[in-house]
């Protein structure tokens, strides 16, 4: 048996492809799992628990369906779906996790988790996420009609796209000084998140001993899946068409 993970999918209504590759990874590979990790990002954005759309009930019943088959399934918030909450766990059957969470893969301890935190030298995003992050602001929000959201979150997307065409490469990138705290601080020589959209497995010494950092990719053109058993480790990409 193999455990999942997969991040940055970016589902929405406008990319019907991405969300067949969602149902196909959800009918197909993740019913065989011991369980699936979601590590943020999963969708677009998130405007609340409450979304009566076709398209996110769409995705609450295919974790629904898996969770009934008795699949642990665990969700990280993004960036794009900090606004995730109890709803639509319990609608889900998905556990919720922290920010940063270690968990235990066949013997071996690994901390999961979005990303974001680990990109220290944007300090404006950061400021921006401590500022979502406050639960009076998250309240107000959750209690607005839900189309003055959807306008909402509409600016927020063309803020966000705008910012990112400003950035540099590098200022969104993780740094490896705090890579490494989080890894020291959790007692863990493995360390899995999502964000960057640079999948890519990273090998490195941490306190005199072999460690490894995995980056899961984004899905676009292709999609990307990590795969751990007992005795592998693979990140392993497909095609999206």
């Given at each position: 048996m193999?455990t999942?993970?997969?991040?940055?999918?970016?589902?929405?209504?406008?990319?019907?492809?991405?969300?067949?590759?969602?149902?196909?990874?959800?009918?197909e590979?993740?019913?065989?799992?011991?369980a699936v990790?979601?590590?943020?990002?999963?969708?677009?954005?998130?405007?609340?628990?409450?979304?009566?759309?076709?398209?996110?009930?769409?995705?609450i019943?295919?974790f629904?369906?898996l969770?009934?088959?008795?699949?642990?399934?665990?969700?990280?918030?993004?960036?794009?779906?900090?606004l995730?909450?109890?709803?639509?766990?319990?609608?889900t059957?998905?556990?919720?996790?922290?920010d940063e969470?270690?968990?235990?893969?066949?013997?071996?301890?690994?901390?999961?988790?979005h990303?974001?935190t680990?990109?220290t030298?944007?300090?404006?995003y950061l400021n921006?996420?401590?500022?979502?992050?406050?639960?009076?602001?998250?309240?107000?929000?959750?209690?607005?009609?839900?189309?003055?959201?959807?306008?909402?979150?509409?600016?927020?997307?063309?803020d966000?796209?705008?910012?990112?065409?400003?950035?540099?490469?590098?200022?969104?990138?993780v740094?490896?000084?705090?890579?490494?705290?989080?890894?020291?601080?959790h007692?863990?020589?493995?360390?899995i998140?999502?964000?960057?959209?640079?999948?890519?497995?990273h090998?490195?010494?941490?306190?005199?001993?072999?460690a490894s950092?995995?980056v899961?990719?984004?899905?676009g053109?292709?999609?990307?899946i990590?795969?751990?058993?007992?005795?592998t480790?693979?990140?392993?990409?497909?095609a999206i068409d």
């Amino acid at each position: 048996m193999t455990t999942l993970f997969i991040s940055d999918l970016h589902l929405s209504p406008n990319v019907p492809k991405l969300n067949q590759a969602f149902f196909h990874f959800m009918q197909e590979e993740a019913p065989h799992a011991d369980a699936v990790y979601v590590l943020g990002d999963l969708f677009d954005f998130w405007t609340g628990d409450d979304d009566p759309s076709p398209f996110c009930r769409s995705i609450i019943d295919a974790f629904k369906q898996l969770t009934n088959q008795g699949v642990p399934c665990y969700f990280t918030r993004g960036n794009r779906d900090f606004l995730v909450g109890k709803r639509f766990a319990k609608e889900t059957g998905v556990t919720l996790l922290g920010d940063e969470t270690v968990i235990e893969l066949y013997g071996r301890k690994a901390v999961v988790l979005h990303g974001d935190t680990l990109c220290t030298l944007d300090e404006a995003y950061l400021n921006y996420r401590k500022k979502v992050h406050l639960p009076w602001l998250q309240w107000l929000f959750n209690h607005l009609p839900f189309s003055v959201r959807e306008k909402i979150v509409a600016r927020i997307k063309g803020d966000i796209k705008h910012d990112k065409q400003s950035k540099s490469l590098d200022i969104m990138d993780v740094t490896q000084s705090e890579v490494e705290k989080v890894m020291r601080d959790h007692q863990v020589d493995l360390m899995i998140h999502g964000h960057t959209h640079r999948p890519n497995v990273h090998r490195f010494t941490l306190n005199q001993q072999p460690a490894s950092r995995v980056v899961l990719g984004d899905w676009g053109e292709q999609g990307y899946i990590l795969r751990i058993d007992d005795e592998t480790m693979s990140l392993d990409s497909f095609a999206i068409d």
